[in-house]
């Protein structure tokens, strides 16, 4: 068994207890492959509606289905034994009432064993985080850049640049912080006023292009690897080029493929005698 095997499987309630102490390391995943080769390294791995993009080339994650999310998030939790797994509630799924949101989160958490949801939404969507969580249902956060409400928002923008979308921004990490989630990603926001919220709230804030001085980072892992290349965010890191790896390996396989140099006689079978 390996080291990560030998551990137990980081809870939301741990999570939360690490406010204000080493940096909470988080990252997406959607399939089985990839969650094993995360799992040990992270503390947090997020299921995100971004798949709909990353895997399935939509334009946007308006389209994602309540049952994608949960055959991929069956798919990633065949794959741990350490992280804390979190799947996205997608578009439509919860922001009706909050008695849509329960059935819907109850059934992400039965189908799939994950650890918590994740709905996007400030004070608009405290009370049903606080309906959730006082029965029983882990919810992580999503404030600042909201990627559900692109349309609404005119696309892909940081926010916090005007005193109005301060404001705004503050009263909904003040909402989500009070509601019972026990963490808030903090998505596309000004750095000085991401650092001032997470010294702010009393959960910890998990950053993507916010700031250093969240508590946690997160990336989607197709972006930090050079997998999804359509368009890259400023607040992307590329720790590889994977992408062009795999074109590489592709182009020399069909070479050898086309010269009759693949298959030779290690990779094929022979008669028993």
């Known amino acids: 068994m390996s080291a990560a ?20 390391v988080c990252l997406t995943a959607y399939t089985t492959p990839m969650a094993r080769l995360l799992d040990e390294h992270c503390d947090l791995l997020l299921v995100g509606d971004s798949l709909g993009m990353v895997l399935y080339g939509m334009e946007s994650t308006v389209s994602v289905t309540l049952d994608m999310m949960i055959a991929h998030g ?33 059934r992400i ?11 996007e939404g400030g004070e608009e969507m405290a009370e049903t985080i606080a309906f959730l969580t006082a029965r029983g249902v882990p919810v ?20 916090g640049h005007s005193d109005e979308e301060v404001a705004k921004i503050r009263r909904d990490a003040e909402a989500v912080g009070n509601s019972g989630a026990f963490a808030v990603v903090i998505e596309g926001t000004v750095e000085t006023f991401a650092r001032e919220v997470t010294a702010a709230v009393a959960v910890p804030t998990i950053g993507i292009g916010a700031s250093v001085a969240c508590d946690g980072q997160i990336l989607v892992s197709d972006d930090m690897l050079g997998l999804f290349n359509d368009f890259t965010p400023r607040f992307v890191k590329r720790y590889d080029d994977l992408g062009k790896r795999v074109g590489a390996a592709a182009a020399a396989y069909a070479g050898d493929v086309r010269s009759r140099a693949f298959p030779t006689e290690e990779h094929t079978f022979k008669r028993r005698s």
């Open 5 to 24: 095997g030998s551990l137990k499987r980081l809870t939301p309630s741990r999570i939360r207890a690490m406010k204000g102490g080493a940096p909470i």
């Open 140 to 159: 992580l956060g999503h404030i600042g850049l909201m990627p559900q409400q692109v349309h609404t928002a005119g696309g892909y923008r940081s926010v």
């Open 74 to 106: 069956k798919a990633v939790m065949r794959g741990v034994t350490r992280s804390c797994v979190v799947v996205d509630m997608p578009f439509g799924s919860y922001q009706e009432t909050r008695e849509l949101a329960y059935r819907n989160a109850v």
């Open 109 to 119: 958490l039965q189908e799939t064993g994950c650890d918590a949801v994740k709905l």
